[in-house]
């Protein structure tokens, strides 16, 4: 199962252009896709992404850090303590 849209550009009453957009991701996860291929195809797909000239305004800050690993709320112990 995946769920997606259909982009059409319109040129004089006419489909000038077309693509798809798609989340393939949640279909990998329901064909039981090992998560480290999962990882691989979504890598090759955000590289993709990255490099088409139209997201490149997008691109332009960098993105903030991911998140601690850690939970603030369980600190870890401290030794002899």
């Known amino acids: ?11 004089d009453g006419l489909i000038a252009e077309y693509s798809e ?3 393939v991701g949640t279909g990998f996860v329901d064909m039981s ?4 291929r999962i990882a691989r195809i979504l890598g090759r797909q955000a590289g993709a ?9 997008h691109l332009l800050s960098p993105a903030p850090p991911p998140p601690s690993p850690r939970s603030p709320a369980a600190p870890r112990a401290r030794p002899g303590g």
């Open 33 to 36: 896709f090992a998560p480290e």
């Open 49 to 57: 992404l990255k490099a088409r000239p139209e997201m490149a305004r």
């Open 1 to 11: 199962m995946f769920e997606g849209v259909a982009i059409m550009r319109l040129r």
């Open 21 to 23: 957009v798609a989340n």
